[in-house]
């Protein structure tokens, strides 16, 4: 009671006499299942951190770890609970005084009281999951930025770069703090301290490729009738030349084609369509592959391999579609990311989008440091409709989850 009205003479004359302030007298009843399933008392470092009581706290730990006895947490152990002692220093708490401290850290952290969370960790009190976090969106909503920094130094004592430790919290609950601290941060230094851990978190485990279409049946139709006016029975202006085909082969495969071509009555001569924004060695491609029915026989140049992208997904044509988000995503690096991502997007290309996403991931650092194009990507509005940071962020959580799933099979 005197922690926590903060009568600190009063804290001070207990712990004089001998006073306790680790001992908990909690108990939990396991066959009761009403609000009288616990009781006794909390410690009395958890009532101070509870309602925010720094000096009776201080004096407390102060008076507590001098009355302090029995077994001291070996280094081993410490190390392995996340809070290295001081160089030459063995720990100055017991094991029974380290659990009492974790838990009013956790009250503290519960109770917005990020002062007296952090004073707790100074004294070597090592983190939970849950109240790093809590702290961490206590010190993002003050935005007390060197806090924040703080805080993201010490994630991998919270969370060491093994699945194991990311949990549903952390993939819900963390996750999504740490992308939106990203999302508003103005220091570079807070970015790129973010840009590292989600980093580490993806894991360098090769990015899922895009596969190949399976291949294609023997070709359909002589290659020698593309753009062969002999039996053409429709005419492309690409460009201002004129390209020929035959409707037979060109609206079996694309429903944009048929959908072109289908109103047109017969004729004397064949139909003249306008093709624009497409250049006419990329309709010729096109072309190529429709007569074929397959990709193999294509010679698309890797400058024009996104080029080849936008044509396929305007005349719908998924297997050629593919065949370029295979392509690129091999090309994918620092110098072109932000152009694949911007076409995978606008033409549909959803796996090479996704591809994109896990590349920025595991390269993060590197390509905030490379130019701008990618802040301008991930902070700017480039793409109106599309959140490029709450796409990383779901594609975050499934490769967590994939990896999980996976290792539980084994």
């Not at 369509?273 to 497409?278: A, E, G, P, S, T």
Request: net charge neutral; proline share 6%; charged share 20%.
């Amino acid at each position: 009671m005197a922690c926590g009205v903060g009568n600190l003479e009063l804290v001070q004359l207990l712990l004089s006499h001998g006073a306790d302030p680790f001992l908990s007298t909690q108990i939990n009843d396991a066959l009761c299942y009403s609000a009288a399933a616990q009781y006794g008392c909390y410690s009395a470092v958890a009532v101070c951190c509870a309602h925010g009581r720094r000096a009776c706290l201080r004096a407390a730990v102060r008076g507590g770890a001098r009355a302090g006895g029995g077994a001291v947490l070996s280094l081993e152990e410490v190390l392995a609970e996340g809070a290295p002692p001081a160089a030459g220093r063995p720990p100055p708490f017991t094991k029974q005084q380290q659990r009492a401290l974790q838990d009013a850290m956790y009250y503290a952290a519960e109770t917005d009281h990020l002062d007296i969370t952090l004073e707790l960790r100074a004294l070597g009190v090592p983190w939970s999951l849950h109240a790093w976090t809590l702290s961490l969106a206590a010190a993002a909503e003050a935005s007390l930025d060197h806090v924040i920094d703080q805080l993201l130094q010490d994630f991998l004592q919270v969370c060491p770069s093994d699945d194991s430790h990311y949990s549903k919290q952390f993939i819900y609950e963390c996750l999504p703090l740490l992308f939106n601290i990203l999302r508003y941060s103005k220091k570079e230094g807070t970015v790129l301290l973010l840009a590292d851990i989600l980093c580490a978190v993806y894991g360098w485990e090769p990015v899922p490729p895009v596969r190949e279409p399976p291949p294609a049946a023997p070709a359909r139709v002589d290659p020698s009738y593309v753009n062969n006016p002999s039996l053409a029975d429709v005419t492309f202006r690409v460009e201002g030349r004129l390209f020929y085909g035959h409707k037979i082969v060109l609206v079996s495969e694309s429903p944009r084609l048929r959908a072109m071509l289908a109103g047109d009555a017969p004729q004397a001569s064949a139909p003249l369509v306008q093709i624009n924004d497409i250049r006419y060695h990329i309709f010729e491609q096109v072309m190529k592959y429709l007569y074929s029915g397959g990709c193999s026989g294509l010679d698309v140049a890797e400058c024009d391999v996104l080029e080849v992208l936008a044509a396929a997904s305007f005349f719908q044509l998924m297997p050629l579609q593919r065949h370029c988000e295979a392509r690129a995503a091999k090309s994918v690096d620092l110098h072109n990311l932000v152009s694949v991502y911007i076409h995978a997007k606008v033409y549909g290309a959803t796996q090479l989008l996704e591809y994109c996403q896990g590349f920025l991931l595991q390269n993060m650092v590197a390509l905030l440091t490379y130019d701008d194009s990618v802040k301008r990507l991930l902070f700017g509005k480039r793409l109106p409709g599309h959140n490029v940071l709450g796409a990383l962020l779901t594609t975050l959580q499934k490769r967590i989850e994939s990896r999980k799933n996976q290792s539980k099979s084994r």
